[in-house]
């Protein structure tokens, strides 16, 4: 008899991956065999950082861990990965180390300066040979961190929620076919992006508006004050959705705000903090720009091309700037005044944007 297959799927397991800083690989290596100080490291490591685990629904929350089980890496020569336990709500997270890349093979020592290369114009073929790493391995690499919420991991990482922003859309191309990066930023970081296939109120309005809705609910209603677009709107007033009207019909409106018309706008220049150009959004789309067109080929459809720029824009975040930069060796984040919990950058974002963790209201 023919087994009848289930109508519903079963819901889909929470990633609660945490990444620790253990320090070197040897010292790792040695508390993997003492449980105790195995835990209490976890722990102190995430009271230092100001995070919080991502506890099952109903549970108070809290640090009382013990261990529960382990695998072995076999991409990494066997190592041994280890599984901790909430003993309130029995919610598991993996515990992995700094240096470990999560399914995949390279570590972030390997990983680091191939992402570096990508950023600043290699392309996948010259990196593969120089690192004798198959392309479509780095290519995935690469592509994986277009999954991180752009939103939540600058929140975790201490930078000052965005009380006024830059929205624009770049055009770029996507297997011959036009499309649009709807882009929003603020400063040196990008706080939200998308490739859509239209520039009109339908596939815009969800990323600008949705941006602004997701800060506002996890900082508090109205954190976001205002926008400038396009360098001759100077200030917008948020509502529950992003949208305004012109106080004077006489005055153009944005092209890439077309769409919204239909609540009250102060266009005054009073607040001092407002931008007064949106040149930095300007300096982000031609960037992005340029990678696009260096890796079109790779775009089999609409959602690879979302994680490829998404990605673009999570590592432009965390990346240090050159040498020879007026901020010579540090990141976006770090110049927005945000908080990189290790030395390594890459190190940092895999901390940041684990699955496991939450972040805390600011104050």
Known sequence: MARIKPTQKPPQRLNRTLFIDFGSEERYLSLLEQTTLFVAEVVS???????????????????????????????????????????????????????????????????EPALIGLMGGASFDTLSMMLSVPVMTLYRMFVSFGQVDLVGVLLIA????????????????????????????????????????????????????????????ICGSRTVKGVTTDGFLPNVEFCARLRHVLNSSSEPIPRGFRFAHRMRVQTSMNHPEL????????????????????????HRGLESGRRLVKAYAVLHNFMPYGPRARNSLASPVEVAGGQLPAPSWLASLQILSAGGLTFRKPP
């Open 45 to 111: 490591f995430l009271l230092a950082i100001g995070a919080e685990l991502l506890h099952k629904a109903g549970c108070p929350g809290g640090f009382a861990l013990t261990r529960q089980s382990c695998y072995q890496h076999r991409r990494l020569g066997g190592l041994t990965i280890w599984r901790v336990q909430c003993k309130r709500c029995m919610a598991v997270f993996t515990v992995l180390s700094r240096f470990v890349m999560r399914h995949r093979a390279l570590t972030v020592t390997q990983a």
């Open 158 to 217: 201490s930078v000052p929620p965005p009380q006024f922003g830059v929205p624009d859309e770049k055009h770029t191309w996507r297997l011959g076919d036009r499309h649009y990066m709807p882009i929003s930023a603020i400063g040196p970081l990008f706080w939200a992006i998308d490739l859509v296939e239209s520039a009109s109120e339908k596939a815009l309005e969800p990323v600008y508006a949705g941006t602004v809705q997701r800060i506002d609910g």
């Open 275 to 298: 931008p007064r150009t949106s040149l930095w959004v300007d300096w982000l789309c031609n960037f992005l720009h340029r990678k696009l067109f260096m890796t079109r080929t790779f």
